[in-house]
């Protein structure tokens, strides 16, 4: 797998990246969507860089321009709920995709410490030959995003595939890694070092699914 982590080159992202970890102005549930959405523009920009582009002519009211356009054949998937503000900002510069969505959460059985991926809710168009872009801001354990591209494959074989997240423990980096082909590319924002007990990223920013959206009675 192709890994681009944008953290690596200082820019403007990390003005994005610090408020979303910030524990005092993560509270602005608001400003918490809008700094996610931010972020998947960025990425989406970014990832625009590594898409198919065919030449086009434009005709103006003046004369005729040549450009190059990317061709539009993309699929965006984002996981629920937590996805919702990422696909946002993907969708702000994809806007002609076409969208799936999936609902993929963490079941614990006996142990707390210990889950299994359920995935329940899923609307996809095909994506036979086109382009995948699967979004999840918090790449933990990489399972929710094996899982979900499991549950697509009955919806034909994408020709490309872009893993978008915005933050992801080595570990779950390295999961990912060995369960998709070395050809997949995986955009993110910042790599931490650590999973706690409990699966979540360490410093990482909290549930983001809870800050963007309010808290759950399910655990």
Request: charged letters at 20%; glycine letters at 6%.
């Amino acid at each position: 797998m192709q890994i681009h982590n944008l953290s690596e080159t200082p820019s403007i992202l990390n003005t994005f990246m610090s408020e979303l970890r910030d524990k005092t102005i993560q509270k602005d549930s608001m400003r918490f969507r809008r700094n996610i959405e931010r972020i998947g523009e960025i990425m989406s920009y970014e990832l625009s860089k590594s898409l198919q582009f065919n030449a086009t002519t434009i005709e103006t009211p003046l004369g005729n321009s040549e450009t190059v356009l990317h061709k539009k054949d993309i699929v965006l998937c984002s996981i629920l709920r937590a996805g919702v503000p990422l696909h946002n900002g993907l969708l702000n510069y994809f806007d002609a995709a076409e969208n799936a969505f999936i609902s993929a959460y963490r079941h614990h059985k006996h142990d707390p410490e210990s889950f299994e991926i359920i995935v329940e809710y899923l609307a996809c168009p095909s994506l036979e030959g086109k382009t995948l872009i699967l979004a999840d801001p918090m790449l933990a354990t990489g399972q929710s995003m094996v899982a979900t591209f499991e549950a697509l494959k009955p919806f034909g074989t994408p020709k490309d595939i872009h893993l978008v997240s915005i933050i992801g423990a080595q570990e779950g980096v390295d999961y990912v890694s060995s369960a998709f082909d070395a050809d997949v590319k995986l955009w993110i924002a910042a790599i931490d070092e650590n999973l706690n007990e409990k699966g979540y990223i360490i410093p990482g920013l909290g549930d983001a699914g809870d800050l963007a959206f309010g808290n759950k009675l399910q655990q």
